[in-house]
């Protein structure tokens, strides 16, 4: 369990801060052997690491028994109650609130032309930048700004629907997030809207080009069909999910006692499902430690082996919103820009 207080944080601090954030998670397996479930002492919490993805599943989709526990450092680091601090009811009534708006064919359809707008006026601003920008910082320096800029916007919005001003052609996703309702006809507090998103805004160059090639003359914006054509990117867009995902674990915590293939969860330890650990496990992906998108092809994943967005009812809903971001943003990157001396000074190609 490590030493008082603290456990095994310093540890796990010192293996993620040395380019090797498997060093903690090997320790444990070379320790204790491979049996996929193992007790610890993280972020001021007695805890229980799960790494095996029946058992994963298992917790996911456990909502009577495990509930969300994150630590108070990530919650401050998302502000997104209605995501991750509420109950597993309310969670519920949130998610069927949000989950219509952003998920299915058809709604990401909407979307393209604006992600297409944003991508295309980033990347060229980007290029015009003659040192590195450090993405993450700039990120984390933007979020409080973000927050302050929506909630008026939030606030006026209202106000003109109230009023029938707002009649646009194009709904957007506030919009739309503004009139839905529940039930029993509750609607989203402003707040609630406010760090929905929020959090939701952080949410082969050959290959590109061929979908130009095969494109009508008349059609001068890319489609959803040409990105589900884009089967290589896909490949692409999953092996990062696997080797890099910005999220290393899920967090939740036991409101029972429970137990999972013989072993005793107590009630109140903090349970982590160390997706990074099944992603870079060669078991389920040989040659794990490899970026290879090529490995994707006609790979049937054993469930439980690849979980970027979570699972159970708590599936990150911006899933294939997210997916398609990137697809776009990666689609103009590789056809339009090349990066010289560091990865993200860029210029245009032509």
């Given at each position: 369990?490590g030493?008082?207080?603290?456990?095994?944080?310093?540890?796990f601090?010192?293996?993620?801060?040395?380019?090797?954030?498997?060093?903690?998670?090997?320790?444990?397996?070379?320790?204790?052997?491979?049996?996929?479930?193992?007790?610890?002492?993280l972020?001021?919490?007695?805890?229980i690491?799960?790494?095996?993805?029946e058992?994963?599943?298992?917790?996911?989709?456990?909502?009577?028994?495990?509930?969300?526990?994150?630590p108070?450092s990530?919650?401050?680091?998302t502000?997104?109650?209605?995501?991750?601090?509420?109950?597993?009811s309310?969670?519920?009534?949130?998610?069927?609130?949000?989950?219509a708006?952003?998920?299915?064919?058809?709604?990401?359809?909407?979307?393209?032309?604006r992600?297409?707008d944003i991508?295309?006026?980033?990347l060229?601003?980007m290029?015009?930048?003659k040192?590195?920008i450090?993405?993450?910082?700039?990120?984390?320096?933007?979020?409080?700004?973000?927050?302050k800029i929506?909630?008026?916007?939030v606030?006026?919005r209202?106000?003109?629907i109230?009023?029938?001003?707002?009649?646009?052609?194009?709904?957007?996703?506030?919009d739309i997030?503004?009139?839905?309702k529940?039930?029993?006809?509750?609607?989203?507090?402003?707040e609630?809207?406010?760090?929905l998103?929020?959090?939701?805004l952080?949410?082969g160059?050959?290959?590109?080009?061929e979908?130009?090639?095969n494109?009508?003359?008349?059609?001068k914006?890319l489609?959803?069909?040409?990105?589900?054509?884009?089967?290589?990117?896909?490949h692409?867009?999953?092996?990062v999910l696997?080797?890099?995902?910005?999220?290393?674990?899920?967090f939740?915590?036991?409101t029972?006692?429970i137990n999972?293939?013989?072993y005793?969860?107590?009630?109140?330890?903090?349970?982590l499902i160390?997706?990074?650990?099944?992603?870079?496990?060669?078991?389920?992906?040989?040659?794990?430690?490899?970026?290879?998108?090529?490995?994707?092809?006609?790979?049937?994943?054993?469930?439980?082996t690849?979980?970027p967005f979570?699972?159970?009812?708590?599936?990150?809903p911006?899933?294939?919103?997210?997916?398609?971001?990137?697809?776009?943003?990666?689609?103009?990157?590789?056809?339009?820009?090349?990066?010289?001396y560091?990865?993200?000074?860029?210029t245009?190609?032509?």
């Amino acid at each position: 369990m490590g030493w008082p207080l603290i456990g095994n944080l310093l540890a796990f601090i010192k293996d993620f801060s040395s380019g090797q954030p498997d060093s903690f998670i090997n320790n444990l397996i070379l320790k204790n052997g491979r049996n996929g479930i193992y007790k610890t002492h993280l972020f001021g919490n007695p805890s229980i690491i799960i790494c095996e993805p029946e058992m994963c599943r298992q917790v996911l989709s456990d909502d009577e028994n495990f509930k969300f526990g994150y630590p108070k450092s990530i919650k401050e680091l998302t502000k997104c109650r209605p995501m991750i601090d509420v109950s597993n009811s309310e969670h519920r009534r949130f998610r069927r609130l949000i989950t219509a708006p952003i998920v299915g064919q058809n709604t990401l359809g909407v979307y393209m032309e604006r992600i297409e707008d944003i991508v295309i006026n980033s990347l060229e601003e980007m290029s015009s930048i003659k040192h590195p920008i450090e993405l993450f910082k700039e990120m984390k320096k933007s979020r409080k700004k973000i927050s302050k800029i929506l909630q008026p916007i939030v606030e006026e919005r209202k106000m003109m629907i109230k009023n029938g001003e707002h009649a646009g052609e194009r709904k957007d996703l506030m919009d739309i997030i503004l009139e839905i309702k529940d039930e029993n006809g509750r609607k989203l507090e402003d707040e609630d809207i406010s760090d929905l998103l929020v959090g939701l805004l952080f949410a082969g160059h050959e290959k590109q080009e061929e979908i130009l090639r095969n494109r009508q003359t008349s059609q001068k914006r890319l489609s959803l069909n040409e990105v589900k054509q884009m089967v290589y990117l896909s490949h692409v867009i999953n092996e990062v999910l696997r080797c890099a995902n910005i999220a290393f674990s899920t967090f939740r915590e036991a409101t029972s006692d429970i137990n999972i293939n013989g072993y005793l969860i107590p009630k109140g330890w903090r349970v982590l499902i160390w997706m990074r650990a099944i992603h870079m496990d060669s078991i389920y992906y040989p040659n794990a430690e490899e970026f290879n998108p090529s490995g994707w092809d006609d790979c049937t994943v054993k469930a439980g082996t690849f979980l970027p967005f979570g699972a159970g009812s708590r599936l990150c809903p911006g899933g294939d919103l997210a997916k398609l971001e990137i697809s776009v943003f990666l689609h103009y990157f590789l056809l339009n820009y090349r990066d010289i001396y560091e990865p993200l000074i860029l210029t245009r190609r032509y």
